[in-house]
């Protein structure tokens, strides 16, 4: 099945620094989602990103599908950042009447005050 | 927006019984609907598909008849896991795709603690 590594597995911060976080994937994907999983576990949905560069706030992710890797940027990260952040990659099953979800390997982040 | 609703967020049984964890889809039909387990520091393993009115499509690896799975109707999932040991204690979670203009999102529930003791 595909692949999906993201990089750093781990990354601490001082606050206000920003941090670029990295998912590759191994093979064609539909779409791309980035997420953020809280202490409690909760997964927020971050950037839904099958292509191209968007932006909320402090975040941003860019996508390049033919080179198979996405990046999400925060920038003058917050202690409320800390967390797991996710990439999941979808893509059509093989009967095409849903979306098979990879997750990545995640990246735990941690922003010290 | 869309809301996937998981109950409960956190239960305890003993060992040997069985329990029940809802996922619900609040305001979108969802015909098809995940069921991912997380265990400490790892990342999420997809568990089984829950396709409505059929049977669900597990994952290589997974017990079907440990991990019941009825998808019963277009907005609600349930994961049932039968006689249940110490080592089935994780974090289990629930998404449901939801089509859009833009395309499918996946959106997850806010996950179900179980402790087995």
């Known amino acids: 099945g595909i692949q999906v590594e993201q990089s750093p597995p781990d990354l601490i911060l001082q606050e206000g620094a920003n941090s670029t976080l990295r998912c590759n994937f191994s093979d064609s994907v539909n779409n791309l989602q980035w997420f953020h999983q809280n202490p409690w576990g909760q997964l927020i949905n971050l950037f839904y990103?099958?292509?191209g560069t968007k932006q909320n706030g402090r975040l941003s992710a860019t996508t390049v599908a033919t080179e198979r890797y996405s990046l999400l940027y925060i920038s003058s990260s917050q202690t409320t950042d800390s967390g797991v952040y996710f990439c999941?990659?979808?893509?059509?099953?093989?009967?095409?009447?849903?979306?098979?979800?990879?997750f990545g390997t995640g990246t735990k982040l941690q922003v010290i005050p | 927006g869309a809301v996937v609703s998981q109950h409960p967020s956190r239960v305890i049984c003993k060992s040997g019984t069985s329990v029940k964890i809802e996922c619900r889809s609040l305001?979108?039909?969802?015909?098809?609907m995940f069921w991912y387990r997380q265990f400490p520091k790892q990342s999420l393993m997809l568990m089984a598909t829950s396709n409505e009115g059929s049977k669900a499509t597990y994952e290589q690896g997974v017990e079907k008849d440990k991990f019941l799975i009825n998808h019963a109707s277009l907005t609600l999932s349930t994961l049932t896991v039968t006689s249940a040991h110490p080592e089935d204690s994780s974090f289990y979670i629930c998404?449901?795709?939801?089509?859009?203009?833009?395309?499918?999102?996946?959106?997850f529930g806010e996950g179900s603690w179980l402790t087995v003791v």
């Open positions: 990103i099958p292509s």
């Open positions: 998404s449901a795709s939801r089509i859009g203009i833009s395309g499918n999102t996946i959106y």
């Open positions: 305001d979108f039909q969802a015909t098809t």
């Open positions: 999941a990659v979808l893509r059509q099953s093989n009967s095409g009447g849903y979306q098979k979800v990879t």
